[in-house]
């Protein structure tokens, strides 16, 4: 569902491709799962830095506050519904406008929570005025494009991007402004090209299509849309249940099949980016089992690794809550073991020990500690400056270059694990950077 409006101001190594950050004490412990991640890479050598469930799929959600568009609102409907449902979310979906900074408050939040960032990134500025397919893969944005790519590498958790999800409606054939499907391709290779020449390599990519264009029939269909195997790491689609619209009760299998039958001939890892039921008001009840025969699809297609509902009115009420059975319905699909592939190990990594800091200049501090330890083994540590984040690295030391002169700071480190475990906090360091 195209949503320009929705839009909310969210370099690692293959190890770094798990989980981003803590599971919080204050988590509802969801159903344990026994499952395991691995990577995925395509015969090409493209591969996902967020690990794609052995068994399983990850659960996620769009969440739109009903009222309000501020920060805190968006915080506060994300840690309403998990409240709701007793766990949470595997994924986050964010939506972004052209000239947007991909690393906004929400997204370095949804993940220092504990969740992947599934971020769609659209063509169109916050003006409305357009940037086309061609002009990107012309190198006409390459500055722009290369400053977001090198704020995700620093960032360093792992996100999957979607360079402007449903482009279908978008094209010069259906009376839009940003090109043909060849110049879309054009576009998403020369944005992967950038981001992998950067070095943001905790960036995986994900193709998102509405389900009409994966029908064998569909012209344009989805390999004219198809950047190639070594662009894509994942493939998406975004399947409702539009009752009120046409008066056609259609079950998820049958909105999603073609998708599921395209997208698997592809062998990459396939998500619903969005999914979603309206109620029937003439039958209560029609919407929690359509969410419950929703949950047994997605466990029959093995191949599905993510569903991501989509929370909104924005042109139909696809709330999650419109009844409490359709909310009790979506909450034991989320305490099932299947959808829940990333709470295996639940032990956290001992706290980093030893840190010091050195102001090497008047805007230069340099930190290091020693190494953690961990039950199966350490992925990362996250770098706190004055109680926010702000670096996430592999190594035992960091250089903080963003600070003033003469002005006192505190620093604290914590270790992740493969898992998202996060350790207790190290001993805070505060010292003053030094004059100019």
């Known amino acids: 569902m195209l949503r320009l409006q929705e839009k909310y101001p969210r370099a690692a190594v293959a190890v770094m491709a798990v989980f981003s950050t803590l599971f919080g004490s204050d988590l509802l412990t969801p159903t344990t799962a026994a499952a395991t991640a691995e990577t995925v890479a395509s015969d090409s050598g493209s591969s996902s830095t967020v690990p794609v469930p052995a068994t399983g ?11 309000g568009t501020t920060l805190a609102a968006r915080q506060q409907a994300t840690i309403d519904m998990e409240a709701q449902i007793g766990r949470r979310f595997d994924v986050d979906r964010v939506f ?9 408050d929400y997204l370095k939040w949804t993940t220092g929570e504990g969740r992947y960032a599934l971020i769609s990134w659209n063509a169109r500025k916050r003006d409305g005025s357009t940037t086309t397919w061609a002009s990107i893969a012309n190198g006409d944005h390459d500055a722009w494009i290369d400053s977001q790519a090198d704020q995700l590498r620093d960032f ?5 991007m979607s360079f402007h999800h449903e482009p279908e409606r978008a094209t010069v054939a259906k009376g839009g402004d940003y090109g043909t499907p060849s110049e879309y391709q054009a576009a998403w290779r020369h944005i992967v090209t950038r981001f992998r020449e950067r070095g943001a390599e905790n960036v995986s990519w994900m193709m998102i299509l509405v389900p009409s264009t994966y029908k064998s029939t569909a012209s344009p269909g989805a390999g004219d849309f198809y950047a190639g195997d070594g662009y894509i790491d994942w493939i998406g689609t975004d399947p409702y249940n539009w009752w009120t619209r046409d008066g056609n009760w259609r079950s998820l299998q049958t909105a999603a099949q073609d998708f599921y039958t395209w997208g698997k001939a592809r062998g990459k890892p396939l998500a619903l980016a969005e999914w979603g039921s309206e109620e029937d008001a003439d039958t209560p009840g029609r919407k929690a089992q359509w969410i419950q025969d929703a949950a047994a699809t997605f466990r029959s297609w093995p191949e599905l690794k993510l569903v991501s509902y989509y929370h909104s009115d924005t042109a139909y009420q696809w709330w999650i809550d419109t009844t409490p059975s359709s909310l009790g319905a979506f909450r034991t699909m989320g305490q099932d073991s299947y959808f829940n592939p990333r709470t295996a190990d639940t032990t956290a990594p001992s706290a980093p020990s030893n840190l010091t800091a050195n102001a090497s200049g008047a805007r230069q501090i340099d930190l290091s500690w020693a190494a953690s330890t961990d ?15 702000i670096a996430t690295v592999t190594i035992t030391t960091y250089s903080d270059g963003t600070v003033k002169p003469s002005t006192r700071y505190t620093y604290y480190v914590q270790a992740f694990d493969a898992a998202g475990n996060v350790s207790a906090a190290s001993t805070e360091v505060t010292l003053t950077s030094k004059k100019k």
């Open 96 to 104: 972004f406008r052209w000239n947007d900074t991909l690393v906004s």
């Open 156 to 160: 360093a958790s792992p996100v999957i």
């Open 57 to 67: 799929a990850y659960f996620g959600a769009y969440l739109k506050p009903r009222s």
């Open 375 to 389: 039950n199966v083994g350490v992925a990362g540590y996250h770098v706190y400056r004055n109680n926010s984040r």
